[in-house]
């Protein structure tokens, strides 16, 4: 019995020692496998990596070409007076974007409460515009600019309140509700000065540039 159990415990040390040869043998071969494997996750997290930033940057170039080439068919058709009221508020908001503005949104519509354009100024201060799309021999009254007044600073929060449009004048009532309001009115020859940057834009005017211009 006692050399039974003997021979038990040498082949049993003999096994731990076979085993402990081989963990030393195959152990740096192992770490070198996982290394290796290691490697090429990291390789190919990389590579998906890399893939992924580049199609971000071709979307947000392909969207910036896109809304560039927009921006400059409605500033043509603004110059040919050939805009839907839609397209003159889009028109709007490339000028915004062609002078500096960010955050420039096109919110016009059934519910839009007098903003037609949000954006935000070069010196941080937020521009709210509405947009008239009007026949050039039109003027614009009193009651669209009161209607707007009643909206720009206290709903949406205008450090700048302006009316934008296409007919060739304001009428008095409206330009001297306009300038108690602080609001400033940009019409027919400003419109277009401001277009050839012959003029400034509105964040740039005062509510009472208008005066000067019509007495």
Same mark, same amino acid.
């Given at each position: 019995m006692g050399r039974r159990r003997g021979r038990r415990g040498s082949?049993?040390?003999?096994?731990?020692?076979? &085993?402990? @040869?081989a963990a030393l043998v195959l152990a740096p071969r192992a770490i070198h496998a996982a290394a290796a494997a290691a490697h090429v996750l990291i390789a190919a997290g990389v590579c998906l990596l890399a893939v992924a930033v580049l199609a971000v940057i071709l979307r947000v170039g392909y969207r910036l070409r896109a809304r560039a080439r927009e921006d400059a068919r409605v500033l043509v058709a603004l110059r040919q007076n050939a805009l839907t009221p839609r397209e003159f508020?889009? &028109?709007? @908001?490339?000028?915004c974007r062609r002078d500096g503005c960010t955050d420039v949104r096109v919110v016009g519509g059934a519910r839009d409460l007098g903003?037609?354009?949000?954006?935000?100024?070069?010196?941080g201060r937020r521009i709210v515009l509405q947009a008239k799309r009007y026949r050039s021999d039109r003027t614009v009254g009193s009651q669209d600019v009161q209607r707007f007044g009643g909206t720009?600073?206290?709903?949406?929060?205008?450090d700048v309140?302006?009316?934008v449009t296409t007919a060739?004048?304001?009428t008095a009532q409206a330009r001297a509700y306009a300038e108690q309001?602080?609001?400033?009115?940009?019409?027919?020859k400003d419109l277009a000065a401001w277009d050839t940057r012959t003029g400034p834009p509105p964040w740039?005017?005062?509510?009472?540039d208008h005066r000067a211009r019509h007495g």
């Open positions: 082949n049993t040390v003999g096994l731990l020692i076979m &085993a402990g @040869a508020e889009d &028109a709007l @908001a490339a000028l903003a037609d354009v949000i954006a935000t100024a070069p010196d720009a600073h206290t709903i949406h929060g205008a309140a302006a009316v060739h004048a304001f309001a602080g609001i400033r009115l940009v019409a027919g740039k005017r005062s509510s009472r």
